[in-house]
Nanobody, 115 residues
């Protein structure tokens, strides 16, 4: 059974940093594109960052220059380094794995940024 387990969320002051991790199991991690999404209260889930199996990345305009997505295929783990956090970054962050018609989600981790 495919599992994605996020960790690293928490409370941080504006301007601070957090690093999210997503550990994946039970699938061929290296061929999947991995992404981080977030959902704030009352808003739709949105893509934050995405990384292909080959390492190509894409970011939402709102996080470019502040967030960095990376992956370690040997550890089946994807990371999201978040710097210069803003109150508007507060949301539940979800890990996503997708390949062809296959898609998997983690349970989410809360990120709260105080002003």
């Amino acid at each position: 059974q495919v599992q994605l387990v996020e960790s690293g969320g928490g409370l941080v002051q504006a301007g601070g940093s957090l690093r999210l991790s997503c550990a994946a199991s039970e699938f061929i991690f290296s061929i999947y594109a991995m992404g981080w999404y977030r959902q704030a209260p009352g808003k739709q889930r949105e893509l934050v960052a995405d990384i292909t199996g080959a390492g190509s990345t894409d970011y939402a305009d709102s996080v470019k220059g502040r967030f960095t997505i990376s992956r370690d295929n040997a550890k089946n783990t994807v990371y999201l380094q978040m710097n210069s956090l803003k109150p508007e970054d507060k949301a539940v962050y979800y890990c996503n794995a997708h390949w062809g018609n296959y898609e998997h989600w983690g349970q989410g981790t809360q990120v709260t940024v105080s002003s």
